[in-house]
Antibody, heavy 120, light 105 residues
């Protein structure tokens, strides 16, 4: 059964870059036709799609975050990563990785999420 | 951007009730609409895709309908595990979610 697990710092200082990795187990990123995405949820608020990547390296970003987001994939490690630059307190959220079969599409498998707080 | 608006924000109901949650898109999304359930501290769970298709393993008590800009999620005969927050998602253009509907006892 495919599982996804986020990892990265829980605290990031304002203006710095938030970097997270999603490790995939129980299935191969490169051996599938799925897309791999990042979604965040600020405390007490709704869900926001950040961006997604295909194993070929094709990326798709939320236009509202496009200038600050970079997603990459490492098929040898079966993981993909998120970099969000110039963070502010508004970027404080639970960050989750998820799998989807279309771009855009629905998310059928999710990681548990990792909480990132932006604070000095 | 396509904006998604859910109503109500909070819904109070009892075990055994039938409830309906509404989601409205700011422009047509055709049938590219999904519904998710999120329990506290858990990841969202896909319930419905393509507006009315039931995800594998999801109870038949859940049903979705709608097309274009107006959609509904109906839960028949509420069970204790159904009390959670529900989100709609459009995936016609990029991906945006509604603000959520908290279903409480």
């Amino acid at each position: 059964q495919l599982q996804m697990q986020e990892s990265g710092p829980g605290l990031v200082r304002p203006s710095e870059t938030l970097s997270l990795t999603c490790s995939v187990s129980g299935g191969s990123i490169s051996g599938s036709s799925y897309y791999w995405g990042w979604i965040r949820q600020p405390p007490g608020k709704g869900l926001e799609w950040i961006g997604s990547i295909f194993h070929s390296g094709n990326t798709y970003y939320n236009p509202s975050l496009n200038s600050r987001v970079h997603i990459s994939v490492d098929t040898s490690q079966n993981q993909f990563s998120l970099d969000l630059s110039a963070v502010t307190a508004a970027d404080t959220a639970l960050y989750s990785c998820a799998r989807h079969s279309l771009q855009p599409g629905t998310y059928d498998i999710w990681g548990q999420g990792t909480m990132v707080t932006v604070s000095s | 951007d396509i904006q998604m608006t859910q109503s109500p924000s909070t819904l109070s109901a009892s075990v055994g009730d039938r409830v309906t949650i509404t989601c409205r898109a700011s422009q047509s999304v055709s049938s590219w609409l999904a519904w998710y359930q999120q329990r506290p501290g858990k990841a969202p769970r896909l319930l419905i895709y393509k507006a009315s298709s039931l995800e594998s393993g999801v109870s038949l008590r859940f049903s979705g309908s709608g097309f274009g800009t107006d959609f509904t999620l109906t839960i028949s005969s509420l069970q204790p595990d159904d009390f959670a927050t529900y989100y709609c998602q459009q995936y016609k253009t990029y991906s945006t979610f509604g603000q959520g509907t908290k279903l409480e006892i």
